[in-house]
């Protein structure tokens, strides 16, 4: 065990805590545009939107397609999230095993 296996050991221990509170951003937005899309699938008229700071009217149907495609593609940054998530736990386990051998030998 060495100053680098430790630093190592923080950097993927940073980078995991980061991915996990994107990962969990995108839970939220995803969870807020199922909630959008139902209210807009129930109601009917005119809908506005945020666009920047501004708000413009929307079709139902040029809405629910909007939706869709920002859904489709929080879906995709979910995905690599999931993956990022799976390979930085993977190097965590590995790094903190070793840092763990390492503390066992030096106070054995």
Known sequence: MDESDVRDFQTVQQQ???ILLQKQQVDMQLMELKKAGEEVGKS???FYRFVGSVVVPKKKEEL???LAEEKETLELRQGVFG?????LRERFDGLRKKLEAGEGAVSG
């Not at 993956?83 to 390979?87: D, N, V, Y």
């Open 16 to 18: 995991l805590q980061l």
């Open 44 to 46: 009917e008229g005119t």
């Open 64 to 66: 629910k397609k909007e």
């Open 83 to 87: 993956k990022q998530e799976k390979i």
